[in-house]
């Protein structure tokens, strides 16, 4: 009898995912009493040898190991969605390929089920250092939700009765936060294993990672959409005002330099100029207009 299925979407990180694999084979569990399902988010004979290669080496004394293609919809919700409808076990683990599960995970989510539980939050931790970068800082912030699919148990009834993750959300922290509300207003029960520990190194990442990042901003308001009062008390209390506030500036500091340019000479090295000045002139003139007032006692602003 199976105690648990661990879901572990992959996305043809075979480094990753051998590491994640090697550490679900470790687990201080009965193999017999659990499987592990792969979900292969880019379909590829990389992955599925991978697996196979797995599943030969543990054959005898390791747990039930499944390869899943998901050649779409794409996604992090897609692939768990998959995964989940595929398990055979009435508790339903989630992780991540880039997390690597502690020895005694499963055992420590396991135990924290009661009667009266129906979702485990487990706990991830992503190292940083004393003065992490932003992407390090963000990603420390992100192991601190309340749930996170790289580390959680639920009951299978319960996914089935939810209908798993939003598949409208193609990142990981929409959909995350999405099935964590809506456990919350369907007031089903949540414990928490601090124990089942995942760890989750954080990646290098390119410079202006960033950049791409934001896009992911746009499930925001997706999630705002079906959540508000949530989204207000858990992700964010009030708008990014201070991003309007400086793309305000931006379009400020353009139309400065547009008035500037008009009629001038347009060179290559005076438009640079003129861009490059028209950015300091506002601030500066902040600063030596008020200065000005306080050296001859006027009111000038």
């Known amino acids: 009898m199976l105690a648990v299925s661990v879901v572990l979407p992959a996305c043809g990180r075979m480094d990753l995912l051998d590491r994640s694999l090697d550490a679900l084979m470790r687990q201080r569990l009965d193999p017999r009493s659990y499987e ?6 880019e379909p590829n004979h990389h992955t599925q040898h991978l697996v196979a290669g797995w599943r030969t080496r543990t054959l005898e004394r390791g747990p039930r190991l499944s390869y899943v293609a998901n050649p779409g919809p794409r996604g992090p919700a897609a692939a768990r969605n998959r995964g989940w409808r595929a398990a055979r076990a009435d508790i339903v683990a989630f992780t991540s390929d880039e997390a690597v599960p502690a020895a005694h995970w499963l055992a420590e989510g396991l135990a924290a089920f009661r009667d009266d539980v129906d979702v485990v939050c487990g706990r991830i931790d992503a190292p940083v250092p004393v003065h992490p970068t932003d992407r390090q800082r963000s990603a420390h912030a992100h192991a601190q939700l309340d749930l996170t699919s790289a580390s959680c148990f639920i009951r299978k009834p319960v996914l089935e009765r939810m209908d798993g993750f939003d598949e409208c959300f193609s990142v990981q922290r929409g959909a995350d936060a999405d099935l964590h509300f809506r456990l919350l207003e369907h007031r089903v029960r949540l414990g928490r294993a601090p124990q089942a520990l995942a760890v989750h190194p954080v990646r290098p990442a390119p410079r202006g990672a960033s950049l791409l990042q934001i896009r992911h901003a746009v499930f925001d308001a997706l ?4 959540h508000p009062a949530l989204y207000r008390q858990k992700i964010e209390a009030h708008p990014c005002w201070g991003h309007y506030a400086a793309v305000a500036a931006l379009l400020l500091t353009a139309r400065l330099c547009a008035q500037r340019l008009h009629g001038a000479a347009r ?7 003129m861009v490059f000045t028209s950015a300091l002139l506002p601030p500066l003139a902040v600063f030596w207009r008020p200065a000005g007032a306080v050296r001859y006692r006027v009111r000038f602003a």
């Not at 592990?36 to 988010?41: K, P």
């Not at 999630?223 to 079906?226: A, F, M, R």
Request: net charge neutral; glycine share 6%.
């Open 36 to 41: 592990i399902i792969v979900v292969d988010g």
């Open 223 to 226: 999630l705002y959409k079906k």
């Open 267 to 273: 060179s290559l090295s005076h438009v640079a100029e």
